[in-house]
């Protein structure tokens, strides 16, 4: 009987940990904004086969296209959690950009971003902030990328799960034997 508690909870903590590997779940609405206007961020209406400014756009199948109203960025979003951020100009991103992301999942807690190939900006800098558990700011400035219209890869990620301290699971583990000792008694 024993047995079977302990390969049960066991089975439990893995359902969990994989659970948890997925970032995004299909159909999760993202809405976003560039420079502070939902306008500027126009996202790619699947049902209407058009670009949409302000839309919340549904995670379908596996991503999720954004481009700036000018056409010079895009971004698409992946369901893994994949960040690719398009320079469409030619010339680079001059100047500062601030692209926000909201997701409209109350049970995704992400973590803060980070950038896959580095080695792909040739200057700037691209930075992460995470502005709540589920929104994120990338502030581009001056981003220069190794080619025309080529892209630079990010990498959402979910928010570590905090792990009880040791000194909690030794008083757990000694309270455990002391109740243990007391029921035999």
């Given at each position: 009987m024993k047995r079977l508690s302990l390969l049960a909870a066991a089975g439990v903590l893995m359902a969990a940990s994989a659970a948890s590997a997925a970032v995004?779940?299909?159909?999760?609405?993202v809405a976003g904004a560039l420079d502070g206007d939902a306008a500027g961020l126009l996202g790619f209406d699947e049902a209407a086969q058009a670009y949409v400014a302000g839309l919340a756009v549904p995670l379908i199948d596996s991503d999720i296209e954004f481009v700036s109203a000018d056409y010079s960025l895009a971004l698409d979003l992946g369901s893994d959690g994949s960040l690719r951020l398009w320079d469409n100009s030619g010339t680079g991103l001059l100047g500062t950009h601030v692209i926000d992301l909201r997701f409209a999942d109350a049970s995704l807690r992400l973590g803060l971003p980070t950038l896959s190939a580095p080695a792909q900006l040739?200057?700037?800098?691209?930075?992460?902030?995470?502005?709540?558990?589920?929104?994120?700011r990338l502030t581009l400035t001056d981003a220069r990328i190794d080619a025309s219209y080529a892209y630079?890869?990010?990498?959402?990620?979910?928010?570590?799960?905090?792990?009880?301290?040791?000194?909690?699971l030794?008083?757990?583990g000694l309270l455990s034997l002391a109740a243990r000792r007391r029921i035999r008694r």
């Open positions: 995004l779940v299909p159909g999760t609405p040739l200057s700037g800098t691209v930075q992460f902030q995470l502005l709540g558990p589920q929104s994120v630079v890869d990010a990498q959402l990620a979910l928010a570590p799960v905090p792990e009880p301290e040791p000194a909690a030794l008083a757990l």
